[in-house]
């Protein structure tokens, strides 16, 4: 075979090859990019204790794009709503509540291809001590539908792996 017959092979193998195949060759970042659904998320404590933070059926949204900015939101499916219904005026335990059963984060993010690591810088969100910080998450398991993480270092001096699926 000549050069052309074997680049001409070498490109029908390839358009024939399934979809997932070629996301495989996508870099890390790449994969990454769009917007993710929270599933779960599983907190072992310093002493080995694991927590459900969330609680049943929570809600949440992690989104990257491909400029580098992310936000993160998840919460207990069930906040209490504010008996006065303004954002303004929820009751001390009201606010303890939502606090408690809320994390909400945004800035820039890069990845670390070579150790499947993403590093967030927070610009904001509902945790003040965060903005201006760093986080690191090393990537376990990511395929088109599903991305898994560890966060070695929360903000409640846990370690959880998060489960995230592809929002449709």
Known sequence: MNRRSVLMVSMLGLALLPGHAIAQQKSLKEQLVGSWTFVTSADVQKDGTKVDRWGPNPKGMLVFDANGRYVLVIHHADLPKFASNRVDQGTA????????????????????????????????????????????????????????????????????????????
């Open 93 to 168: 335990a009201e606010n303890k509540a939502v606090m408690q059963g809320l994390i909400v984060l945004f800035g820039t993010y890069s990845v670390n291809e070579a150790d499947k690591t993403i590093i967030t810088q927070v610009e904001g969100g509902s945790f003040p001590n965060l903005h201006g910080m760093g986080q690191k998450r090393i990537v376990t398991s990511l395929t088109a539908e599903e991305l898994k993480y560890t966060n070695p270092a929360t903000t409640t001096g846990s370690t959880t792996n998060a489960v995230w699926k592809r929002a449709k």
